[in-house]
């Protein structure tokens, strides 16, 4: 039977819609056939009613296998959205979320407030914030990441992005060369009691990206700790919802002088920012 390209991505949508919301659906239809059969909107609005080759329709179909078992859309595709800007993303690196840019945000506010010139990000992933903190000021930054998979990806987002930078391979900060001056990290902050109670498109993203141990609090503790130890003037961490008051008890412990959460739209802590 014959199908049109109109008709493929309308019944793409409500194969999407069994599992997913009607908008995502419908959203992730288009997006679908724009990106993975180079045919967009305006193409579809001039060409819809052509037959859908054999091999497109067979891709769709294979696709909407895997997005079915759960496997995130941007890994099907290869790549996902953040500051209005594509990052190529892989299994190896964590799906940049739109909460990261109230990090960026929140860090680019402190660095220019402080007068920073050097800024680390600790467990770059893509490379989203250290990329968009190199492409928007004039800082020396630094990335790491002690995945070499996703170090791979953030050098070549960063290199496509025309931004310049530096990137360490190594735990936390210890491969960073001193003075610091910023540290900037959206590390692994999810509690591992709540593993079994997560969407199961978590389960595709690297556990190592999501984990932490101690209720989730331990990679952020470790990086407030270090980042005192070793003179930053501040430190910006994304957390987990329900995570400020633990985390700001644990910075003034450390030694910095001030913690202070902000919240996401939703009303959740998200973001702490300590001060020396
Ligand atoms: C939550 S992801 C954040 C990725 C990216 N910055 C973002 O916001 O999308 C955490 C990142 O930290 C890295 N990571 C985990 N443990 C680490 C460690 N001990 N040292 C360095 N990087 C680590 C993971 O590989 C992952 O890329």
Same mark, same amino acid.
């Given at each position: 039977?014959?199908?049109?390209?109109?008709? &493929?991505?309308? +019944?793409? %949508?409500?194969?999407?819609?069994? $599992?997913?919301?009607?908008?995502? /659906? @419908? =959203?992730?239809?288009?997006?679908?056939?724009?990106?993975?059969?180079?045919?967009?909107?305006?193409?579809?609005?001039?060409?819809?009613?052509?037959?859908?080759?054999?091999?497109?329709?067979?891709?769709?179909?294979?696709?909407?296998?895997?997005?079915?078992?759960?496997?995130?859309?941007?890994?099907?595709?290869?790549?996902?959205?953040?500051?209005?800007?594509?990052?190529?993303?892989?299994?190896?690196?964590?799906?940049?979320?739109?909460?990261?840019?109230?990090?960026?945000?929140?860090?680019?506010?402190?660095?220019?407030?402080?007068?920073?010139?050097?800024?680390?990000?600790?467990?770059?992933?893509?490379?989203?914030?250290?990329?968009?903190?190199? &492409?928007?000021? +004039?800082? %020396?930054?630094?990335?790491?990441? $002690?995945?070499?998979?996703?170090? /791979? @990806? =953030?050098?070549?987002?960063?290199?496509?992005?025309?931004?310049?930078?530096?990137?360490?391979?190594?735990?936390?900060?210890?491969?960073?060369?001193?003075?610091?001056?910023?540290?900037?990290?959206?590390?692994?902050?999810?509690?591992?009691?709540?593993?079994?109670?997560?969407?199961?498109?978590?389960?595709?993203?690297?556990?190592?990206?999501?984990?932490?141990?101690?209720?989730?609090?331990?990679?952020?503790?470790?990086?407030?700790?270090?980042?005192?130890?070793?003179?930053?003037?501040?430190?910006?961490?994304?957390?987990?919802?329900?995570?400020?008051?633990?985390?700001?008890?644990?910075?003034?412990?450390?030694?910095?002088?001030?913690?202070?959460?902000?919240?996401?739209?939703?009303?959740?802590?998200?973001?702490?920012?300590?001060?020396?």
């Amino acid at each position: 039977m014959s199908l049109s390209y109109t008709e &493929l991505r309308r +019944d793409l %949508a409500s194969s999407l819609a069994r $599992f997913l919301p009607k908008e995502e /659906a @419908v =959203a992730e239809s288009w997006i679908w056939l724009a990106e993975g059969l180079g045919k967009d909107k305006a193409w579809l609005l001039s060409n819809g009613s052509e037959a859908a080759s054999g091999p497109d329709r067979e891709r769709i179909g294979q696709w909407l296998r895997r997005r079915r078992e759960g496997e995130p859309w941007s890994y099907l595709i290869g790549w996902a959205p953040f500051r209005e800007k594509r990052w190529k993303v892989t299994p190896d690196t964590l799906i940049p979320r739109p909460e990261t840019e109230l990090v960026l945000e929140a860090a680019l506010e402190v660095g220019r407030r402080l007068g920073v010139k050097r800024v680390v990000d600790i467990g770059t992933g893509s490379g989203i914030l250290g990329v968009c903190m190199a &492409l928007e000021t +004039d800082w %020396a930054v630094t990335a790491t990441d $002690f995945s070499s998979g996703a170090l /791979a @990806v =953030a050098r070549e987002n960063a290199q496509v992005l025309g931004a310049k930078l530096d990137f360490f391979e190594g735990d936390l900060l210890d491969p960073v060369p001193d003075p610091l001056e910023l540290v900037v990290s959206n590390p692994p902050y999810v509690d591992e009691a709540d593993r079994p109670t997560l969407q199961r498109e978590l389960d595709f993203e690297p556990a190592s990206a999501l984990f932490s141990p101690d209720r989730g609090l331990h990679h952020a503790s470790v990086l407030l700790f270090q980042a005192w130890d070793r003179g930053a003037k501040a430190c910006v961490l994304e957390m987990g919802a329900g995570q400020g008051g633990d985390l700001c008890r644990r910075a003034l412990t450390a030694g910095w002088k001030k913690a202070m959460v902000h919240q996401d739209l939703a009303g959740h802590d998200r973001v702490l920012v300590a001060l020396a």
